[in-house]
Protein backbone atom coordinates (compact mmCIF):
# COMPACT_ATOMS: atom_id res chain seq x y z
CA UNK A 1 0.00 0.00 0.00
CA UNK A 2 1.48 3.31 -1.02
CA UNK A 3 1.11 6.54 1.27
CA UNK A 4 2.40 9.99 0.30
CA UNK A 5 2.61 12.66 2.75
CA UNK A 6 4.68 15.97 4.10
CA UNK A 7 7.72 13.48 5.62
CA UNK A 8 7.75 11.86 2.23
CA UNK A 9 6.32 8.56 0.68
CA UNK A 10 5.57 5.31 2.99
CA UNK A 11 5.87 1.59 1.44
CA UNK A 12 4.13 -0.74 3.80
CA UNK A 13 1.58 -3.60 3.45
CA UNK A 14 -1.50 -2.62 5.47
CA UNK A 15 -2.53 -6.18 6.17
CA UNK A 16 0.46 -7.17 7.84
CA UNK A 17 0.44 -3.33 10.06
CA UNK A 18 -2.86 -4.40 11.28
CA UNK A 19 -1.85 -8.01 12.47
CA UNK A 20 1.25 -6.63 14.48
CA UNK A 21 -1.09 -3.53 15.77
CA UNK A 22 -3.62 -5.83 16.90
CA UNK A 23 -0.71 -7.84 18.97
CA UNK A 24 -0.08 -4.35 20.32
CA UNK A 25 -3.16 -4.11 21.73
CA UNK A 26 -3.76 -7.66 22.42
CA UNK A 27 -0.14 -7.39 24.68
CA UNK A 28 -1.55 -4.25 26.06
CA UNK A 29 -4.52 -6.15 27.50
CA UNK A 30 -2.40 -9.22 29.00
CA UNK A 31 -0.60 -6.68 31.36
CA UNK A 32 -3.82 -4.97 32.53
CA UNK A 33 -4.98 -8.21 33.32
CA UNK A 34 -2.02 -9.25 35.08
CA UNK A 35 -1.84 -5.60 37.19
CA UNK A 36 -5.58 -6.38 38.24
CA UNK A 37 -5.07 -10.03 39.32
CA UNK A 38 -1.72 -8.49 41.15
CA UNK A 39 -4.39 -6.16 43.13
CA UNK A 40 -7.04 -9.17 43.84
CA UNK A 41 -3.81 -11.18 45.25
CA UNK A 42 -3.18 -8.36 47.34
CA UNK A 43 -5.96 -7.81 48.52
CA UNK A 44 -7.22 -11.07 49.90
CA UNK A 45 -7.43 -11.45 53.42
CA UNK A 46 -5.04 -14.70 53.70
CA UNK A 47 -4.43 -16.76 56.91
CA UNK A 48 -0.80 -17.00 58.21
CA UNK A 49 0.42 -20.09 58.17
CA UNK A 50 2.73 -21.06 61.23
CA UNK A 51 5.20 -23.95 60.82
CA UNK A 52 6.74 -24.46 63.93
CA UNK A 53 8.33 -20.90 65.29
CA UNK A 54 8.31 -19.59 61.81
CA UNK A 55 5.64 -17.68 59.93
CA UNK A 56 4.73 -18.12 56.42
CA UNK A 57 1.94 -17.21 53.84
CA UNK A 58 -0.01 -18.87 51.33
CA UNK A 59 1.69 -20.12 49.07
CA UNK A 60 -0.56 -20.38 46.35
CA UNK A 61 -1.95 -17.08 46.75
CA UNK A 62 2.04 -15.97 46.76
CA UNK A 63 2.97 -17.87 43.88
CA UNK A 64 -0.14 -16.32 41.73
CA UNK A 65 1.06 -12.79 42.53
CA UNK A 66 4.85 -13.68 40.97
CA UNK A 67 3.12 -15.18 37.95
CA UNK A 68 1.51 -12.39 37.44
CA UNK A 69 4.02 -9.62 38.11
CA UNK A 70 6.17 -11.73 35.57
CA UNK A 71 3.46 -11.77 32.75
CA UNK A 72 3.22 -7.81 33.73
CA UNK A 73 6.55 -6.89 33.60
CA UNK A 74 6.94 -9.10 30.33
CA UNK A 75 3.86 -8.24 28.09
CA UNK A 76 4.03 -4.14 29.37
CA UNK A 77 7.73 -4.51 28.29
CA UNK A 78 6.42 -6.34 25.09
CA UNK A 79 4.23 -3.79 23.85
CA UNK A 80 7.23 -1.67 23.42
CA UNK A 81 9.25 -3.91 21.44
CA UNK A 82 6.02 -5.26 19.40
CA UNK A 83 5.21 -1.31 18.81
CA UNK A 84 9.06 -0.98 17.43
CA UNK A 85 8.48 -3.60 14.91
CA UNK A 86 5.24 -1.88 13.39
CA UNK A 87 7.01 1.28 13.37
CA UNK A 88 9.58 -0.91 11.13
CA UNK A 89 7.12 -2.06 8.64
CA UNK A 90 5.53 1.41 8.55
CA UNK A 91 8.66 3.62 8.06
CA UNK A 92 11.19 0.32 6.44
CA UNK A 93 13.38 1.57 9.31
CA UNK A 94 17.00 0.78 9.49
CA UNK A 95 19.16 0.86 12.09
CA UNK A 96 23.10 0.08 11.75
CA UNK A 97 25.47 -2.40 14.27
CA UNK A 98 28.58 -3.07 13.29
CA UNK A 99 28.30 -1.18 9.69
CA UNK A 100 25.86 -3.34 8.65
CA UNK A 101 22.29 -2.31 8.03
CA UNK A 102 19.19 -4.22 9.55
CA UNK A 103 15.88 -4.01 10.19
CA UNK A 104 14.76 -2.58 13.67
CA UNK A 105 13.86 -5.14 16.00
CA UNK A 106 13.28 -3.34 19.64
CA UNK A 107 12.24 -0.79 21.11
CA UNK A 108 15.30 1.08 22.63
CA UNK A 109 16.88 0.66 19.02
CA UNK A 110 14.00 3.29 17.11
CA UNK A 111 16.46 6.47 18.69
CA UNK A 112 19.01 5.66 16.66
CA UNK A 113 16.52 4.50 13.67
CA UNK A 114 17.09 5.70 10.07
CA UNK A 115 13.73 6.84 8.28
CA UNK A 116 11.16 7.51 11.68
CA UNK A 117 9.50 10.02 11.91
CA UNK A 118 10.95 13.11 13.89
CA UNK A 119 7.58 13.55 16.23
CA UNK A 120 7.33 9.77 17.31
CA UNK A 121 11.12 9.75 17.60
CA UNK A 122 11.00 12.46 20.51
CA UNK A 123 7.95 10.48 21.95
CA UNK A 124 10.43 7.68 22.45
CA UNK A 125 13.15 9.90 23.38
CA UNK A 126 10.65 11.46 26.06
CA UNK A 127 9.46 8.56 27.39
CA UNK A 128 13.04 6.98 27.98
CA UNK A 129 14.03 10.35 30.05
CA UNK A 130 11.14 9.42 32.43
CA UNK A 131 12.19 9.10 35.80
CA UNK A 132 10.97 5.82 36.23
CA UNK A 133 12.06 4.03 32.81
CA UNK A 134 15.09 3.34 33.84
CA UNK A 135 13.95 1.20 36.81
CA UNK A 136 11.26 -0.28 34.69
CA UNK A 137 13.92 -2.00 32.15
CA UNK A 138 16.29 -2.89 34.62
CA UNK A 139 13.69 -4.59 36.21
CA UNK A 140 12.05 -6.79 33.85
CA UNK A 141 15.76 -7.33 32.61
CA UNK A 142 16.32 -9.27 36.11
CA UNK A 143 12.90 -10.89 35.88
CA UNK A 144 13.58 -11.87 32.18
CA UNK A 145 16.94 -12.79 32.30
CA UNK A 146 18.73 -13.21 35.71
CA UNK A 147 16.63 -13.98 38.66
CA UNK A 148 13.14 -14.10 39.76
CA UNK A 149 11.75 -11.40 42.03
CA UNK A 150 10.07 -11.81 45.60
CA UNK A 151 8.21 -8.21 46.39
CA UNK A 152 8.83 -8.01 50.08
CA UNK A 153 6.05 -9.23 52.34
CA UNK A 154 5.13 -7.73 55.87
CA UNK A 155 2.96 -9.11 58.60
CA UNK A 156 0.55 -6.71 59.97
CA UNK A 157 -0.49 -7.04 63.96
CA UNK A 158 -3.59 -6.47 65.76
CA UNK A 159 -2.43 -4.32 68.48
CA UNK A 160 -1.24 -7.23 70.70
CA UNK A 161 1.60 -8.26 68.80
CA UNK A 162 -0.23 -10.85 67.61
CA UNK A 163 0.11 -11.76 63.40
CA UNK A 164 -3.40 -11.16 61.57
CA UNK A 165 -2.54 -10.95 58.03
CA UNK A 166 0.24 -10.71 55.60
CA UNK A 167 1.00 -7.98 53.46
CA UNK A 168 3.25 -8.08 49.66
CA UNK A 169 3.91 -4.71 49.72
CA UNK A 170 7.02 -3.72 47.89
CA UNK A 171 8.98 -3.91 45.11
CA UNK A 172 13.14 -3.55 45.32
CA UNK A 173 14.68 -0.50 45.93
CA UNK A 174 17.29 -1.51 42.82
CA UNK A 175 16.38 -4.37 40.58
CA UNK A 176 20.38 -5.02 40.19
CA UNK A 177 21.07 -6.21 43.68
CA UNK A 178 20.84 -9.83 43.88
CA UNK A 179 19.83 -9.63 47.97
CA UNK A 180 16.93 -7.08 47.18
CA UNK A 181 16.27 -4.34 50.27
CA UNK A 182 13.10 -2.55 50.13
CA UNK A 183 13.62 1.31 52.07
CA UNK A 184 12.06 3.03 49.30
CA UNK A 185 8.83 1.21 49.53
CA UNK A 186 8.37 1.09 45.73
CA UNK A 187 4.61 0.32 46.09
CA UNK A 188 3.83 -3.44 44.33
CA UNK A 189 1.00 -1.99 41.93
CA UNK A 190 0.84 1.42 42.81
CA UNK A 191 4.54 1.84 40.67
CA UNK A 192 3.22 -0.18 37.76
CA UNK A 193 0.06 1.13 37.31
CA UNK A 194 1.99 4.60 36.52
CA UNK A 195 4.39 2.83 34.17
CA UNK A 196 1.06 1.30 32.28
CA UNK A 197 -0.41 4.99 32.31
CA UNK A 198 2.66 6.15 30.50
CA UNK A 199 2.94 3.42 27.70
CA UNK A 200 -0.86 3.80 27.46
CA UNK A 201 -0.07 7.86 26.94
CA UNK A 202 2.64 7.07 24.52
CA UNK A 203 1.53 4.92 22.21
CA UNK A 204 -1.72 6.74 21.73
CA UNK A 205 0.08 9.65 20.88
CA UNK A 206 2.47 7.68 18.60
CA UNK A 207 -0.96 6.74 16.95
CA UNK A 208 -2.40 9.88 16.26
CA UNK A 209 0.71 11.18 14.88
CA UNK A 210 0.48 8.28 12.19
CA UNK A 211 -3.15 8.64 11.69
CA UNK A 212 -2.29 12.09 10.40
CA UNK A 213 0.94 11.23 8.40
CA UNK A 214 -1.56 8.72 6.59
CA UNK A 215 -4.87 11.63 6.30
CA UNK A 216 -2.35 13.81 4.74
CA UNK A 217 -1.52 11.60 1.75
Given amino acids: MLREGKTGQLVFDLNIVSVQHGGVGTKMC ?15 EDKIILRGTSLGINGKVFDALILNLDVFMFELYSVLDSFAVELQEIFGLQIRRKKRARDVRYFLELTDAEGLDRDIRQLVCDL ?45 DDPDEALATFEKEIDLTREPEKWLDALFCFADSACGILVKLMSAA
Fill in 128 to 172: RKQDWFDYFHRLRTRITHRMPLDPQIRYRHDGKGKVVKSDFSCLP
Fill in 30 to 44: FACDALDNMKRLRGR
